[in-house]
């Protein structure tokens, strides 16, 4: 295994007026290829902030993030949107589907972005939605599919690019607890079978338990960081 993700003391600050909030306290993180890692926390303490640095969305205050041992900081800005185009996948809560735009073209959407001829984008965006079990939902809008549906449409989106890395903020945060376990499953499946590194906000204990490693986030720092070992077994992911 080799580091995907280094952070070395991280912090975020932000200034809104007079106002100081330090949402990010110096957060020391290597995270290896392969890995499938919950983040836990109160709401405030940090996780969004610290999963947009991740995501290269924003830049930290202050620390340095190495992304396959490339500091970020020295990208501009087409070198990170690159970066983010190709080795980042990213899951919403909101799921952020283009709505009265069908399954399939929201898939496509990356792949446009690349500048891939239309026939290559539809092959690649049909086979992202049968790997998250929407074959036949191809044509459909966003408003004809349950919000778990919507969310795994979100995750073929994230998944058609091949990225490396698979960001997830709480990502059943919006769904009742049969679509939760069908994405979480989903989730296990891409970590075990293709070997995505996910990175998954959450603070639902049960949703937690699906992944290999658990972090804690208090007040800007990671203030527990465990090895969840388990018996792949016991995962529903075995099934089917
Ligand atoms: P979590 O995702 O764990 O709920 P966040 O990362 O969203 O926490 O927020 C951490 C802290 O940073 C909170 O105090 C929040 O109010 C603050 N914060 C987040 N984003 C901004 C922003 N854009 N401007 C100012 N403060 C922010
Ligand atoms: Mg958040």
Redesign the pocket.
């Known amino acids: 295994m080799s580091a995907l993700v280094v952070c070395e003391d991280i912090w975020k600050i ?1 200034r ?1 007026g007079d106002v100081e ?1 330090q ?1 990010l306290r110096g957060i020391d993180l290597l995270i290896e290829e392969g890995e499938f890692v919950a983040i836990m ?1 109160a ?8 999963m947009n640095i991740l995501g290269c969305l924003d830049h930290p205050t202050r620390g340095r993030y190495l992304l396959r041992g490339v500091d970020v900081a020295g990208l501009g800005a087409n070198q990170l949107a690159e970066i983010r185009n190709r080795q980042i996948g990213f899951v919403f809560q909101n799921f952020n589907l283009i709505p009265r735009t069908s399954a399939l073209e929201n898939v496509q959407l990356p792949l446009f972005y690349r500048g891939m001829p239309l026939r290559q984008q539809r092959v690649l965006a049909a086979e992202a939605l049968a790997r998250v079990g929407l074959q036949g939902r191809e044509g459909h809008y966003p408003s004809q599919l349950s919000g778990g549906q919507q969310q795994r449409v979100a995750i073929a989106r994230a998944l058609v690019v091949s990225p490396s890395l698979l960001l997830a903020d709480e990502p059943t945060g919006n769904l009742d607890s049969t679509s939760s376990q069908e994405i979480m499953d989903i989730l296990s499946r891409l970590n075990k079978e293709q070997g995505i590194t996910i990175i998954l ?1 959450t603070h639902e204990i049960d949703i937690a338990a699906y992944a290999k490693r658990e972090l804690v ?1 208090k007040d ?1 720092r990671i203030v527990a960081d465990r090895h969840i070992a388990r018996d792949a077994s016991s995962l529903s992911v075995e099934t089917s």
Do not use: F, I, Q, R
């Not at 709401?43 to 610290?50: A, H, M, R, V």
């Open positions: 932000y809104l909030v949402a926390g709401s405030g303490s940090g996780k969004s902030t610290l906000v986030m800007g």
